[in-house]
């Protein structure tokens, strides 16, 4: 089982074949002056190294407080998941 611990810093160009597990370390977010806006692209990025050619695979998000929460049901809302 290969197993991958995500932040922005690994959320594009990095390609590990066969990923079974991504773990989001943190929800992604835009900050603006104290808001926190759902980064849907990074999330894609984040939790598209698994399951990848018709493979399985599992996507987990962590998040420190409630008010990730919101966040991560907007981008659920964006994708329709």
């Not at 079974?20 to 190294?49: E, K, S, T």
């Amino acid at each position: 089982m290969t197993c991958l611990i995500t932040t922005n810093v690994l959320a594009r160009g990095i390609d590990v074949p066969e990923v079974d597990l991504v773990i989001n370390f943190d929800v992604p977010v835009i900050n603006d002056a104290g808001y926190r806006h759902p980064d849907c692209a990074n999330y894609l990025h984040r939790v598209g190294r698994t399951g990848r050619f018709g493979t399985d695979g599992v996507a987990l998000s962590l998040w420190s407080d409630e008010s990730y929460e919101g966040v991560l049901e907007d981008i659920e809302k964006y994708y329709s998941i």
